[in-house]
């Protein structure tokens, strides 16, 4: 895969017609995360990835790397990770040429709701225009990280 650029936020207020748009449903157990490595359940397929830890001091960019897994393969990974197995449905919203990707989380963090896009380059995260129903940007803020969240109590 090589590097990852992307800002993640919190935002306002649902977008009415979420309905419509395409979804994927998602479960994620992490077995290290400094660097991390997760695995993942999208719909049917299943996939390990490894993160490494963001350049210069912030998260905007890191390096990252996805392995295909069987569903045997999967399951074995996963029953063997610590913490919180994060489940959540995520909607691929357009917008201009980028797609918001938006993360409803399901318990046991149902209240928490993100969401992030991708980019080709830093000057273009930089440049982004933010749509009005996205609120605070906490691209920095390892409190809505996935990794932090399998690390927390609940």
């Known amino acids: 895969m090589g590097m990852e650029i992307e800002r993640k936020f919190t935002i306002k207020?649902?977008?009415?017609?979420l309905e419509q748009y395409?979804?994927?449903t998602i479960e994620q157990a992490y077995l290290v995360t400094e660097p991390t490595i997760r695995v993942r359940r999208e719909d049917d397929r299943y996939y390990m990835t490894y993160k490494g830890v963001g350049g210069s001091n912030t998260s905007l960019s890191h390096e990252e790397y996805n392995l295909p897994l069987t569903k045997e393969s999967y399951e074995t990974l996963a029953s063997k990770a610590d913490g919180n197995v994060i489940r959540k449905r995520r909607y691929l919203i357009p917008y201009g040429q980028h797609t918001i990707e938006l993360d409803i989380f399901a318990e046991p963090f149902s209240s928490l709701i993100i969401a992030e896009v991708e980019f080709s380059s830093v000057e273009e995260a930089d440049a982004f225009d933010v749509p009005?129903?996205?609120n605070e940007d906490v691209t920095d803020l390892k409190e809505y990280?996935?990794?932090y969240l399998s690390r927390v109590s609940v």
């Open 22 to 24: 395409e979804f994927h």
């Open 132 to 134: 009005d129903w996205f």
């Open 145 to 147: 990280r996935n990794s």
């Open 13 to 17: 207020s649902l977008p009415s017609d």
